[in-house]
């Protein structure tokens, strides 16, 4: 395992990193889509995938609506590089729309949500998943989740914020440890039976400085524990 120097984390919004094979650390949540494509570019033909995405937010904006030149050109991508290029500029992909190009590209045709955000309608819009033949499922606890019984590969993409019940930028109000853990244990068969995993610290999301990096080694200490 590629242990990160932790505590010199800060907020980078070009940040992220195999910190052990299939699982990947970022900042920005954007970068997910990017490894989403990079890490299943060569079996691509094994999926649609099924995303897990367990975050405070939804992320279901999509900011390719109303653009078809632009979907045009996202379908048509045939170049890693390319993809890095549009999720680097943040073009059509950001922190909260990195979940929609992956399903206009017919990566994922279903996912699963587990969020806390409660000021806008949950999940992505039902005519954008009926246009791209997808589906979406919203799920109020964990063991629903859990026992949903899911029949393609996975992709487990998780955002820290999910453990910061606080409302305010940069403020924590953090899960105690102990809950972090039970949730991550969990998720533990999930995750271990993913394609790939996602995880995004989510600065200033995630409380503050010091609780993201806090929540960075009890995410990447678990993973390492279960990779034993």
Not at 14 to 43: C, N, P, T
Not at 70 to 91: C, F, G, N, P, W
Not at 130 to 154: G, T, V, W, Y
Request: charged share 25%; proline share 4%; with cysteine.
């Amino acid at each position: 395992m590629k242990f990160p120097d932790i505590d010199r984390f800060k907020m980078n919004d070009q940040y992220f990193e195999e910190i052990i094979s299939g699982i990947w650390l970022m900042d920005d949540h954007r970068w997910a889509y990017y490894i989403w494509e990079k890490v299943l570019w060569d079996i691509r033909n094994t999926g649609p995938f099924a995303l897990i995405h367990l975050d405070c937010h939804w992320d279901g904006v999509n900011d390719f609506h109303g653009d078809p030149l632009a979907v045009k050109k996202l379908l048509e991508t045939q170049d890693i590089d390319d993809i890095y290029s549009l999720v680097e500029k943040k073009m059509g992909v950001q922190k909260d729309s990195f979940i929609a190009p992956a399903i206009i590209r017919g990566l994922v045709d279903e996912v699963h949500f587990y969020c806390k955000q409660t000021c806008i309608g949950p999940g992505l819009y039902p005519p954008f998943l009926k246009e791209h033949n997808a589906r979406q499922f919203i799920h109020d606890n964990m063991k629903s989740l859990i026992s949903f019984q899911i029949s393609k590969p996975i992709i487990f993409d998780i955002g820290f914020g999910l453990f910061n019940k606080a409302d305010m930028w940069d403020e924590g109000d953090l899960w105690s440890d102990h809950e972090i853990v039970e949730f991550l244990r969990m998720c533990s068969d999930i995750i271990q039976s993913s394609s790939v995993v996602t995880a995004a610290m989510s600065f200033g999301y995630s409380g503050t400085a010091d609780d993201t990096r806090h929540l960075t080694k009890l995410f990447t200490s678990y993973i390492k524990d279960l990779q034993v």
